[in-house]
């Protein structure tokens, strides 16, 4: 059984350009979630979509991110103009269905903003 | 919100003993508990976890225990090896998926 599935698994790119990442959650799970993590601030939930609807969005930084998932196999978050600050390891994680259920993640995106 | 504090942040023991982490929670309605393994370059794997109906729970090496009354629950691993070196962290959640994390422990594991 494949894991959450992430792409690219490094991005070098240069200040103002813009930036996708890609994730596949585990087939059948309803939630995706997208994490950064830095070494100053840990891991911080940037947003997470149920059923594909977006809902909660408020660790997003600014907007300057922004994160799609226009099905149940495929999400998005895109950066746009990047900047330095924003150089971290991006994880994508998905849960089954399921009132608790644990997070299952990806390999993660290693960002870095020249 | 809920807020998940994780001590110690660096843990070194000798091969074959064992380590003990903590974490406290802040919202007692919090009713799982997860914990996870990330090792170098790697995303987090979940290792084991525990519902707030149980106090404590056991696979091989690893256990958790969970006291809800002081809001507290630990990781603990026995007979170490150099495998189990990595960064741990511990994490809390009401429901609805919103997970809180732990800052995480950086386990060494000498041989």
Known sequence: DAGVIQSPRHEVTEMGQEVTLRCKPISGHNSLFWYRQTMMRGLELLIYFNNNVPIDDS???EDRFSAKMPNASFSTLKIQPSEPRDSAVYFCASSPV???DTQYFGPGTRLTVL | GENVEQHPSTLSVQEGDSAVIKCTYSDSA????????????KGPQLI???RSNVGEKKDQRIAVTLNKTAKHFSLHITETQPEDSAVYFCAATRGGNQFYFGTGTSL???P
Do not use: C
Request: charged letters at 10%.
């Open chain 1, 98 to 100: 399921g009132p608790i």
């Open chain 1, 59 to 61: 660790g997003m930084p």
């Open chain 2, 108 to 110: 060494t594991v000498i």
């Open chain 2, 30 to 41: 919090s009713n799982y508990f997860p914990w996870y393994k990330q090792e170098l370059g």
């Open chain 2, 48 to 50: 084991i976890d525990i």
